[in-house]
């Protein structure tokens, strides 16, 4: 039963994959940017299968709540995408109450990003594409280093 449970999630990750690929041939950003967040929200999913650390499950889970709102700014739903800065930022504060003594070192970095999480959060009053993608890379420098 795990075994198809697995083999069914890999191939809709195979499935998402397919589809970034041909709404990239298509040069449709929209579908591209939805797909894409449906694809990488496999990578949290895988996460949460394995037996790596909390933190970086969480991490994963905060990166593709933040990059599914990438996705609706793409087609300007600007509430879902403050509903999935929030769930990232909820996720985010998770992990910063639970740091524990072998995480101390990643304490700055884990401030910094929740920091980011907050630019990102406050550049949607402005409902600007330009802007939320600057917040946006900044963020994905700032948790990619916690990964």
């Not at 939805?34 to 299968?49: G, I, L």
């Not at 930022?89 to 999480?117: D, P, V």
Request: charged fraction near 25%.
């Amino acid at each position: 039963m795990i075994l198809i449970y697995k083999l069914r999630r890999y191939f809709g990750f195979s499935n998402c994959l397919d589809q970034v690929q041909l709404a990239i041939k298509e040069k449709n950003k929209i579908k591209t940017a939805e797909n894409f967040a449906k694809m990488y929200s496999f990578v949290s999913e895988f996460a949460n299968a394995s037996n790596i650390d909390e933190t970086k499950k969480k991490c994963l889970q905060t990166k593709s709540n933040v990059i599914n709102a990438y996705a609706y700014v793409e087609s300007e739903s600007w509430d879902k995408v403050q509903a999935e800065i929030i769930s990232a930022e909820k996720g985010f504060i998770e992990i910063m109450n639970n740091i524990g003594q072998k995480e101390e070192q990643k304490k700055y970095g884990i401030n910094k990003t929740y920091i980011l999480i907050e630019e990102l959060k406050n550049s949607l009053s402005l409902k600007d594409k330009g802007i939320f993608y600057i917040k946006y890379k900044n963020f994905l420098g700032g948790i990619n280093t916690l990964i």
